[in-house]
């Protein structure tokens, strides 16, 4: 557990001071299509003791383009078309800033396998969705991931029962926050992330719960806070820049003297080992990778079900949102590494790492596969930020990484 002093107090207009913006809260149960169980996506949330997603800030990735799009978004059917990604008008051509694909519009139209418990404060202009900002009710008797070891002053706030909570931001992929236009202006864009946040902390008040934003981005914390919340510390994520040229040579003379030493002994043992590195659609290496997922949680003493696992990786690679890629990494036998990842715009997050347990080039397999192949691929495409995630931070760090803090905003009590 981190702590660090709060950011600086922000002074937090109310929703309706948004000149022409107004603010709802809607139930995904009362959308058409939305419960249709084959649009479930991925059960590893923050409710989930197992769930150890890497996903960590990539705003400014997509494209800015302007919001001409008139879509009525009183009509039920529109909005379901947005949340989903289907359909045309605003779901196709609106571009969106958030600080993961898990928060872009196709995602949160997937009501995280529990839609009676999740809705979604929607900001329109003109009937224009300018705004997204998901709300998760708690799980009855079960606390996420993230409170398990609370602060004091967190724990202090907790209801006595989780089913209380209410997840301000959404409670999937370790990351909290809110989709705004990327076509509006900063200062635009800042001020409908207040009003989803304030609308939302108004929501739980008036249903009596205890608002949570867990992981919210450094980036993004001075608009969740505000009138009687209070942010701490709770983590750190890792998010590795690359020079904008592509050019290898200069991604290592960024790195320093240490990091070009470790980053050159890498590429050196894995080629000795004689391993091989393979970029694929991540939906080919689903089933193989899940004995190896399986692997590393049972290594942190986490049993999930190697076919639960698939199921479930099978879903994020399916996902709508961003191009999903593996990074393989294999012997004569078989992968010994797979990394899962996600490009958005010039950005790529990495979302889960499977490792064999056994192998004798374990180290450079895992080294292979979440940096050294991602980096290669990142070059390639003309990425600038690979996203690594949460924990594990000195490998990270040792490679490039810079860390940035994510916290956890509660009611100031």
Known sequence: MHHAAEPPRRPTPRADAVTGTDFRIVDLTDLPDLTDSRDLTDSRDLTDPAGRADLTDSRDLTDPTEL????DLTDSRNL????TGTGTGAAAHTAWDAASVALLPPR?????????HCRVVVASEAGRPVGLLPLLRGTPGQLPQALLDPDPETAAVLPADPGDLLFVGGCVDLVAGAAVAAGLTEERRRAVRRGLV???WEQAGRDGLVPLALHVRDDEVADFRGPGRRAAELGVTCLLRLPRDGSDASYLAGLGQSGRRTVLKDRRKAAEAGLRSEVRPAGELTAAAAELVVAVKRRYGVEEHPRLVRARLARWAADPAGERVAFAVSDGAGPV????GCVRGTGLEIYETGLADAHPHR????????FQAPVAFAQARGITTIDLGLDATTPKTRRGATLAPTWVVRPDQ
Not at 80 to 83: G, N, P, Q, V
Request: net charge negative.
């Open 68 to 71: 001409t799009d008139s879509t």
């Open 80 to 83: 379901a078309a947005l949340l």
């Open 108 to 116: 949160l139209g997937r009501p995280y396998l529990r839609p009676g």
């Open 198 to 200: 304030d609308r939302a």
């Open 337 to 340: 590494a797979v990394t899962f």
């Open 363 to 370: 180290h450079e397999a895992y080294a292979e596969s979440l």
